[in-house]
């Protein structure tokens, strides 16, 4: 398999899971997002690291990148609103 198949193929299940964590962060209703959101974001950022390493220079990527951070913003603003605002 070529490269630049690989890493579309990487850079894909990771913009997959990137867009999954980027939506259910924000839910900390009993840390549900602990169980469901965050082993998302974990894994999309492993399969982007995995991605990058067979081809840096993919849309997909960078795609993929800025959902996880912003993601990870989304998710300290709301522990920030849901936790400290009581």
Do not use: D, Q
């Not at 990771?14 to 964590?21: E, P, Q």
């Not at 939506?23 to 982007?48: K, R």
Request: charged letters at 10%; hydrophobic letters at 60%.
């Amino acid at each position: 398999m070529e490269n630049k198949t690989k890493a579309v193929i990487f850079y894909s299940a990771s913009l997959v899971f990137s867009a999954w964590f980027a939506l259910t962060c924000w839910v900390w209703t009993y840390l549900v997002n602990i169980l469901f959101s965050f082993p998302a974001g974990v894994l999309g950022l492993i399969f982007w690291l995995i991605g990058r390493r067979y081809n840096r220079a993919h849309i997909l990527g960078s795609i993929s990148v800025w959902l996880l951070r912003f993601g990870v913003c989304l998710a300290i603003i709301s522990f920030l609103f849901f936790y400290l605002s009581s």
